[in-house]
């Protein structure tokens, strides 16, 4: 039976093309790795890139999304080829992303903007207060995206207002080899 990995991307592309590009190799790498993709629901962006990648190459996807999103986040569900397993409508956010984190064996956080930065805090908060047990978080940082929120979190520790052991709950992940090296380990 195939595991699930948990993707966390901006609803955009943002202006730097490389993340694009990246979010589709990542999305062949957890296809070709066994995995099935569980993620926001959008079509577009980097998380749209991902799962669309993933489809092509074998994966298949679960969008998960409020009701509230459907209009913004996908152009036409009955007929998008990004669902080619399922959609789960909810009515909350919150109900979203407990399903997300329920199904899933692990987190891969990819660029994006403040709800990508919502997800990935709440997700290493769930480690940190036990409520996440045995999932590994993989922090996507092949273009130096996120070197301010891993700076930031470092900061944190030294300003002692996080315990060093919080580094634990992630890994940074910097090329395509120590992707496959994290997914191995889920």
């Known amino acids: 039976m195939k595991k699930n990995i948990c993707v966390f991307g901006g609803s955009v592309s943002g202006k730097n093309i490389e993340n694009q590009k990246t979010a589709k190799i990542i999305g062949k790498i957890i296809a070709e790795n066994n995995f099935n993709i569980v993620f926001g629901g959008g ?29 913004k986040d996908i152009l036409d569900s009955a007929h998008s080829k990004i669902f080619n397993s399922k959609l789960i409508k909810t009515k909350t956010m919150h109900q979203r992303k407990k399903m997300m984190y329920d199904s899933s064996h692990g987190f891969l956080v990819l660029p994006g903007g403040i709800g990508t930065l919502d997800e990935c805090f709440e997700v290493l908060t769930w480690c940190q207060l036990n409520q ?24 944190i520790i030294k300003e002692e207002y996080m315990s060093p052991n919080n580094l634990n709950y992630y890994e940074e992940i910097k090329n395509i080899n120590s992707l496959k090296i994290f997914l191995k380990n889920i």
Do not use: C, R
Not at 51 to 68: D, L, M, R, V
Not at 132 to 154: A, H, M, R, S, T
């Open 43 to 71: 079509e577009n962006g980097i998380m749209g890139a991902v799962a669309q990648s993933g489809i092509e190459n074998g994966a298949k996807t679960t969008g998960i999304i409020p009701n509230f999103l459907l209009k």
């Open 132 to 155: 996440i047990k045995n999932k590994n978080v993989g922090i996507i940082n092949f273009e130096g995206y996120w070197d301010p929120l891993i700076n930031l979190i470092k900061h």
